[in-house]
């Protein structure tokens, strides 16, 4: 069985990562922290878990983390940085959930995140924890970085287009939705039920983080110039990401092969499904799953393509992604742990 701890436990994605750990067939869960529960049993903050996890919480410099084979980091960022070099002496893999180990340039995480890197040889050595674009990467990893939640969608719902060289890779637009649990668990004003509920505001739209790991990422998919405008929302539900991306195309092609462009990108993904040209995907449809669905639309018959991307993102967009990692980095059955159907109503 495979030792994981898990750092920052307490918030959206700690409880979704012991969630999916709890069933996962080849984990022990061993260690799971939190600064201001030491000592709480898990149970007792997520009665979900009864019965599933008997461990308590235990403060971080308590937790024998180096005794685990894995450990998640559901913190902000900055904190696996600060540990990642302890755990990976110790012979410890490491998958962050934040932002240390995505962006491999220094100059551009250091101006968004507003901190110095402290470990820029772990970063040249970490890989992006994107599967469908990074596996092989991923599969021989020590330390992974695992991507944002609205990156995962813009880089899967324009990557075989990308690839395939047909859209202007100059002029990307993403038009992006996530419910509040995005924002994570901690208290804030913004994310109150009164101020959040019966409510529809974009946010970030001269800038935002996801836009420089984004352009990073689909730099490597095209030698085009790629120019990406990216507005993100908060909508007033709890858990789901629907991103609709438009692209102009640029080379004489129809809605038959622009379709199998995704089927033979996607067609052996266990997590991505590609619906039939013009449907409409539902947040609905992959609420409490690893599912990402994606489908094509192309108005009027005109240049421009629309690509409808929906995720849960606490799951393909956080957690679920992350075990998914964890499973690769392990040489498991990428799919353990991760097959349960969508939640529906
Ligand atoms: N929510 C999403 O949909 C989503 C999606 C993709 C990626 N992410 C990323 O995943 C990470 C976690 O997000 P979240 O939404 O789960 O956040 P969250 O709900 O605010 O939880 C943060 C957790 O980190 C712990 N923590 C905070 N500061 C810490 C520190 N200095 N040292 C150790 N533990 C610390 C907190 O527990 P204590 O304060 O008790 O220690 C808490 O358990 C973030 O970097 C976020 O950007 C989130």
Known sequence: MIKVGIVGGTGY????????????????????????????????MFPSLRGRVDLAFSAPEKARLTECDVVFFATPHGVAMAQAPELLAAGVKVIDLAADFRLQDIASFEKWYKIPHTCPELLKEAAYGLVELNREAIRKARIVGNPGCYPTTMQLGLAPLLQAGVIDASHLIADCKSGVSGAGRKAEVATLFSEAGDNFKAYGVSGHRHSPETLERLR?????????????????????????????????????????????AYGNEPFIDVMPFGSHPETRSTRASNMLRIALHRPDDGDTL????????????????????????????????????????
Request: glycine share 6%; net charge negative.
């Open 13 to 44: 994605t700690g409880v979704e990562l012991l969630r999916l750990l709890a069933t996962h067939p080849e984990v022990k869960l061993t260690a799971i922290t939190s600064r201001k529960e030491d000592g709480l049993p898990v149970a007792d």
């Open 306 to 345: 629309v690509i409808l991307v929906v995720q849960d993102n606490l799951v393909k967009g956080a957690s679920g992604q992350a075990v998914q990692c964890m499973n690769l980095m392990f040489g498991l059955d990428e799919t353990a742990g991760l097959m349960h159907i969508p939640v529906l109503p």
């Open 220 to 264: 490597l998919l095209t030698k085009d110039k790629v120019g990406l405008l990216f507005t993100p929302h908060l909508v007033p539900m709890i858990r789901g990401m629907h991103s609709t991306l438009y692209a102009r195309l640029t080379k004489d092609i129809d809605n038959a092969a622009l379709q199998a462009l995704f089927e033979n």
